[in-house]
């Protein structure tokens, strides 16, 4: 059962428009949010994160937006860069009994800016 | 700056075989995880430890084992390698607490088992 969902698995847009990027998820005891970044042969790098107390974090070009009732989030990336291109994951964290924050992912979406 | 340093970045295996694939990070941290990444199913938790000697089974365990002998080092372990645990392996650390959110990971490992 996937708990974490990014329903859209690439994003075409062009260099200077916004990017949106989705992510739906089903359980509501997560309590932070992460989105990361990923390019090929590397390995995921921190972009930015969110409490679920919050319903928006900036940070530069980059804005989550966190929807508690519809069980949503979004990255907004504003403007597009090409070197923004890179898939992208959403990420959730749920602790457990030894206080271990377990992140669960979601799918990936492959995001192409285009010069 | 935390780095998680994974010793192969490409590794060709045989079915059958024994494999280790070793993750050192810098920085202290108490947790390291092991995830593996397939396309279309994003980042699967293999297992964890949250200290010396301390695992957990993370969402797909079987097939793999783990061990933590020194803080600074996690192994990842496939007692006998099969097809499908071709893949890539990304290794990652944090510092324990609940404020301590943010995973660093290694570059990653891309295993084919033939």
């Known amino acids: 059962d996937q708990q974490v969902k990014q329903n859209s698995p690439s994003l075409s847009v062009q260099e200077g428009r916004i990017s949106i990027l989705n992510c739906d998820y089903t359980?509501?005891?997560?309590?932070?949010f992460l989105w990361y970044k990923k390019y090929p042969a590397e390995g995921p790098t921190f972009l930015i994160s969110?409490?679920?107390?919050?319903d928006k974090n900036e940070d530069g070009r980059f804005t989550v937006f966190l929807n508690k009732s519809a069980k949503h989030l979004s990255l907004h990336i504003v403007p597009s860069q090409p070197g923004d291109s890179a898939v992208y994951f959403c990420?959730?964290?749920?602790?457990?009994?030894?206080?271990?924050?377990?992140?669960?992912f979601g799918q990936g979406t492959t995001l192409q800016v285009k010069p | 700056d935390v780095k998680v340093t994974q010793s192969s970045r490409y590794l060709v295996k045989r079915t059958g075989e024994k494999v280790f694939l070793e993750c050192v990070q810098d920085?202290?941290?108490?947790?390291m995880f092991w995830y593996r990444q397939d396309p279309g199913l994003g980042l699967r938790l293999i297992y964890f430890?949250?200290?010396?000697?301390?695992?957990e089974k993370g969402d797909i365990p079987e097939g793999y084992s783990v061990s933590r002998e020194k803080k600074e080092r996690f192994s990842l372990i496939l007692e006998s390698a099969s097809t499908n645990q071709t893949s890539m392996y990304l290794c990652?650390?944090?510092?324990?607490?609940?404020?301590?959110?943010?995973?660093?990971f290694g570059a990653g490992t891309r295993l084919s088992v033939l």
């Open positions: 430890s949250y200290d010396v000697k301390m695992k």
């Open positions: 969110i409490s679920s107390i919050k």
């Open positions: 359980n509501s005891m997560f309590d932070y």
């Open positions: 990420a959730a964290i749920i602790y457990g009994s030894s206080n271990t924050g377990k992140l669960i």
């Open positions: 990652a650390s944090i510092e324990r607490g609940l404020a301590k959110n943010i995973q660093y």
């Open positions: 920085m202290d941290h108490e947790n």
